[in-house]
């Protein structure tokens, strides 16, 4: 299995649309519906995960499997590779702008949190979540 393939143009293209979708969810339930700050950011991760999980699943990995397991395996690496890209990029950025203000620091690392996070949690769904199982699999997923 290569590293790099068609799968991490596929992944960014998945990114982009879940990432509007999810958005698109959260500012119209915050200035349309009223709902609270929480809700309707909640709704943003809950939608735009959703979108994620089917279209990694089904478009950008080719992944066939049908089970529970593979959904919690989608939301443990959801969770993991947050919690690891932006508790890397903080300290990591405030060291780098030392002297420079606390908003231009804070808004760095949660860019550079991004970064960091698309990166490793494209190599987590590749491969964990959405990880194929036999040969036959791992050919249909480099031909396309």
């Known amino acids: 299995m290569k590293m790099i393939d068609n799968t991490i143009p596929k ?4 990114g982009v649309i879940n990432t ?15 709902c609270s700050y929480w809700l309707s950011s909640a709704a943003n991760y809950l939608v735009g995960g959703t979108v994620s999980f089917f279209l990694n ?20 690496t959801v969770a993991v590779c947050w919690l690891i890209a932006y508790g890397i990029a903080k300290p990591l950025t405030l060291r780098l702008l ?43 997923h480099v031909a396309d």
């Open 57 to 76: 699943k089904y478009f950008t990995f080719k992944n066939r499997e049908r089970s529970w397991a593979q959904v919690l395996r989608f939301a443990l």
């Open 20 to 34: 509007l979708v999810g958005a698109s969810v959260m500012f119209l339930l915050y200035n349309l519906a009223g």
């Open 11 to 14: 992944f960014l293209l998945t």
């Open 98 to 140: 030392s002297g420079m203000g606390e908003k231009l620091q804070t808004n760095a690392a949660m860019v550079v949190g991004m970064g960091l996070y698309t990166v490793l949690n494209y190599l987590g769904q590749r491969f964990f979540a959405f990880k194929t199982t036999t040969q036959e699999d791992a050919d249909d």
